[in-house]
Antibody, heavy 121, light 113 residues
Framework: EVQLVESGGGLVQPGGSLRLSCAAS????????MTWVRQAPGKGLEWVASIKQDGSEKHYADSVKGRFTISRENAKNSLYLQMNSLRAEDTAVYYCATSPGEKWLVYFDYWGQGTLVTVSS | DIVMTQSPDSLAVSLGERATVNCKSS????????????LAWYQQRPGQPPKLLIYWASTRESGVPDRFIGSGSGTDFTLTISSLQAEDVAVYYCQQYYGSPYTFGQGTKLEIK
């Protein structure tokens, strides 16, 4: 059974940093693109960032480019999101998700339960 | 960016009746080389993460009941629930994966009348 478990969320002040983790199990983690998607309270879904199987290719939404860094450790079946210079508008539940196959630009077939990040003074 | 616009924003349907959600993209998401529409539908029940229902505009994900039907091509798409069940109360999102950035519709909230 595919499982994605996010952690690392919490309350942080504007301008602060936070590192999210996603622990994956039940599938061959190193063979899939991985993605972070966020959802502000009461709002819709927003793609944040995606990373290729070997980490050699990364894509970011304009809203986080230069502030967030996506990374992965295949040996640990783990995905990360380093978030710096956080703003109030980054407040959201952050989900990690997988895409089937080996290509960029595919739908998301499995999602974690999410971790809440609150940016507030 | 490809803008995805759903209609209506909310919908109330009686149990056993048909529910229809529409999704329109600002440009075609049909790839001519493989004749596939790069469009997915997700269901998000209250307090839950999104769940994939439909991909390639009309292919049902494994385990999804056959009352969920995806249709459309190019820029206009529809998710139909043929006979509404109580567990279908949720917000439904369409998403294009034709081009970067991935973009989602604003969501359609489905309730029981």
């Amino acid at each position: 059974e595919v499982q994605l478990v996010e952690s690392g969320g919490g309350l942080v002040q504007p301008g602060g940093s936070l590192r999210l983790s996603c622990a994956a199990s039940g599938f061959s983690f190193g063979t899939y693109w991985m993605t972070w998607v966020r959802q502000a309270p009461g709002k819709g879904l927003e793609w944040v960032a995606s990373i290729k199987q070997d980490g050699s290719e990364k894509h970011y939404a304009d809203s986080v480019k230069g502030r967030f860094t996506i990374s992965r450790e295949n040996a640990k079946n783990s995905l990360y999101l380093q978030m710096n210079s956080l703003r109030a508008e980054d407040t959201a539940v952050y989900y990690c998700a997988t895409s089937p196959g080996e290509k960029w630009l595919v739908y998301f077939d499995y999602w974690g339960q999410g971790t809440l990040v609150t940016v507030s003074s | 960016d490809i803008v995805m616009t759903q209609s209506p924003d909310s919908l109330a349907v009686s149990l056993g009746e048909r529910a229809t959600v529409n999704c329109k993209s600002s440009q075609s998401v049909l790839y001519s080389s493989n004749n596939k529409n790069y469009l997915a539908w997700y269901q998000q029940r209250p307090g839950q993460p999104p769940k994939l229902l439909i991909y390639w505009a009309s292919t049902r994900e494994s385990g999804v009941p056959d009352r969920f039907i995806g249709s459309g091509s190019g820029t206009d798409f529809t998710l139909t629930i043929s006979s509404l069940q109580a567990e279908d109360v949720a917000v439904y999102y369409c998403q294009q994966y034709y081009g970067s950035p991935y973009t989602f519709g604003q969501g359609t909230k489905l309730e029981i009348k």
